[in-house]
């Protein structure tokens, strides 16, 4: 199933090079790139994780220095920069309960949708930011149904699982990706976790990573976009202002449909009263 | 972490080709094959589903009329052939219930370990089988701590990640991937989510497709040994006596250490607390 009536969505992941702890070039960095996406047609445009700040933020001070909150013009300028366009892009915010988390703001020209805070720490981060508590939500945007996540939290199949089941047609994925070894010619492993999410519960997953070495660190520059069967649509090119941006026109609605065979649906399915089986093991934080 | 006593343990996939209902010859060719593999050093030997029946099974009738119990001579010979290895084997199943499964069975010197029942039964298994709904066993075998799924379960990530909470260390799967068109260069999908499975968990997962085309089906052959990385470590080549095997040597206490940075562990960061919040759509046996 297909909704002729619901247009298709040009998707853009623009794999930025942020500064560290350089609050306004990011800005305006990223509002640039914005705005040259929105020109070049896109109408949902994913930056990376901590895309105002930086990623490698030595102490909580530091990232605490470059914090903002939902209300920072960056925002709004963001939103001006998208025209008619969605954007997810991440930030370092500081909370209104005065705590810093890595979070992912969705904005439009109606300003920030929603602010998820990033539920999953990776490494480092576990020392500058406070862990989000509150599971992403599913947006109902202009260009479909959108669910949330940052980076690490990908790698938690209950997260994907639980926003396609809320209904999400497109995972946004705010992410830097430190590269990691890997053998000759595998593409990252990040990248095969959000194929079999999108394929096991057929959804769109859109990954932006980041470029740019900080503080010695390098990215694996993984930035793709995945269709509902898993197989990966689109990986970067550099656009005319040299920055890599994987673009892909996908029809979300695709989403909808969870039939994989004339009596197979991957929801219906489902075997809960098994799972539940596994509950004893599985109903406390760690390992049984 | 990894446990210097414990030997490491060699692995073969076994991509048979059975055929049709011909319950005979099918359990002649998996004894002597699994007696090829004992000789060639195996210590867990994985065979395909279904096995000793074939799958293309046109009626409920034709399934029975190949349907066998866990007392079947087959079982017993299956045992002598492996000597020290365990082999995990699917085949038509009937229960003491007088109905049709589609189960695996754990086999080793002391016979039949433990029977699984397929619980996610694909396309037109439907017509011809019972699903089960008992969730797969973790046995502590003598080649370490073995998890069960045939085929079309590996597709759910509730399973993978219930049978690796519950302590799995190798989860084998037999499996007949009917072929699927997928652009050239890509692995089978089913492998991508095999893959991710193990990765996320931090287990094996050992693959075992079949081959031969049967009543016009093609299968896709993707038999393959996933490592606790996600990495595809072995994929088949013909033994001696022409039969496809996948075989790797693994140290199956890697899959105890699930910490994958110096202050992260991919089940104590797990957050159950924000999984519930997703738990009202999740509830249901089926889509919200």
Chains 1, 2 share one sequence.
Not at 83 to 112: I, K, M, P, R
Request: net charge negative.
């Amino acid at each position: 199933v297909s909704d002729p009536t619901r247009p298709s969505v040009q998707v853009a992941c623009l794999q930025l090079s942020p500064k560290i702890a350089e609050l306004a070039d990011n800005c305006a960095m990223s509002t640039a790139a914005i705005s040259a996406a929105t020109a070049d047609g896109a109408g949902l445009i994913v930056v990376p994780e901590l895309v105002t700040s930086g990623y490698m933020l030595e102490s909580p001070a530091e990232a605490r220095s470059v914090a903002i909150t939902p209300d920072h013009q960056v925002f709004a300028d963001w939103a001006a920069a998208a025209g008619e366009a969605v954007v997810v892009g991440g930030f370092c915010e500081l909370g209104d309960d005065g705590l810093v988390y890595n979070s992912a703001a969705v904005v439009d020209t109606d300003g920030v949708l929603a602010v998820y805070r990033k539920v999953h720490l990776w490494d480092g981060e576990k020392r500058v930011f406070t862990a989000g508590s509150v599971a992403p939500p599913v947006l109902a945007t202009r260009v479909g149904s959108l669910g949330v996540l940052i980076c690490y939290d990908l790698e938690f199949p209950e997260m994907t699982r639980g926003l396609a089941l809320a209904g999400a047609e497109i995972i946004a994925v705010p992410t830097n990706w430190p590269l990691l070894n890997r053998p000759d010619g595998e593409r990252p492993p990040e990248l095969v976790i959000a194929r079999a999410a999108a394929r096991v519960n057929r959804v769109f997953i859109a990954c932006c990573d980041r470029a740019g070495v900080e503080r010695g660190q390098d990215w694996t520059k993984g930035t793709a976009i995945v269709d509902a069967g898993g197989w990966v649509i689109a990986e970067t090119k550099k656009n005319d202002a040299g920055i890599p941006v994987a673009s892909a026109t996908i029809d979300p609605t695709q989403a909808w449909d969870k039939a994989i065979s004339p009596v197979n649906d991957l929801f219906l399915d489902r075997r809960i009263s098994v799972y539940a089986q596994f509950e004893g093991l599985m109903d406390a934080e760690g390992p049984a």
